[in-house]
């Protein structure tokens, strides 16, 4: 998901999270998902930053996200700091955030993979409705 700016009627701006429409993964095949892997409570030592403790909450789900470089036609990367990342299938469910630029891990041949750190935030997915962080009362 990405920030996507939209004028009313009215002429204000409104500002909104939209699922992004490009095929970020040609193989899985459907716009606007990807096929990733979500290594959580995992930090890259001198990389990555430790999230900050904070009473009287639980401490933040922070980890480390892998997916395929699929490169649009320009070769950027179509998945971008800021971006939200909402799990649909396998163990992990939530929402994240990126609050790095993702990085390409580099072989001898180009880039072999894709990693980034994630942040797990709450998010409204639509009006009235909220991802519970997990464990928490609805």
Not at 54 to 80: C, E, M, Q, T, W
Not at 98 to 119: C, R, W
Not at 125 to 133: I, R, S
């Amino acid at each position: 998901m990405r920030l996507t700016p939209a004028f009313l009627d009215t002429g204000a701006m409104s500002i909104s999270w939209g699922i992004i429409p490009d095929m970020a993964d040609p193989y899985w095949g459907i716009p606007g998902q990807m096929q990733c892997r979500l290594d959580l409570q995992f930090t890259r030592p001198g990389k990555d930053v430790p999230m900050p403790l904070v009473a009287g909450r639980a401490p933040d789900r922070v980890g480390l996200l892998f997916f395929d470089p699929f490169p649009d036609d320009n070769g950027r990367l179509l998945v971008k700091a800021g971006d939200r990342i909402v799990m649909v299938s396998g163990p992990v469910t939530g929402t994240f955030q990126l609050n790095q630029i993702p990085e390409s891990a580099q072989d001898f041949i180009g880039a072999h993979h894709v990693e980034t750190q994630v942040v797990e935030v709450s998010q409204a997915l639509e009006p009235g409705t909220l991802t519970p962080f997990p464990g928490s009362a609805p």
